[in-house]
């Protein structure tokens, strides 16, 4: 699985993301999974053709001291699709901004 990871946070700074995480993510059924949507203007072309598999997002995972953000974006409604894919350029660039906004707004030292 391609990846951005974070690692060697400190447990208070881990308790900050996973706040922040439930503030401006979907909490998934799995612990410590939150979901992150991509916004519309920024889906692939088949993504955006597809409007039965929205809200299309990337998954960020914790552990006891990292923060895994995947690069690969699927459907949160259905698993069965051809839309899911590994993140296009201005979705991982996305993605990355979104992990250096919330190290920057949180103020983590990494």
Known sequence: ???????????????KVSAFLSENAIK???NQLY???????LLS?????HLDCRPHAFAVELGSDWIKLEFLVRSL??????????????????????ARNMIEQLNIKT
């Open 45 to 49: 072309e088949k993504q955006y053709q």
């Open 77 to 98: 409604k259905h698993m069965r699709c051809d839309c899911p894919g590994y993140s296009t350029k201005q979705q991982q660039d996305f993605i990355i901004n979104f």
């Open 28 to 30: 998934s059924n799995l």
């Open 35 to 41: 979901w992150v949507k991509i916004p519309d203007d």
């Open 1 to 15: 699985m391609r990846s951005y990871l974070i690692d060697e946070v400190s447990s208070s700074d881990m308790e």
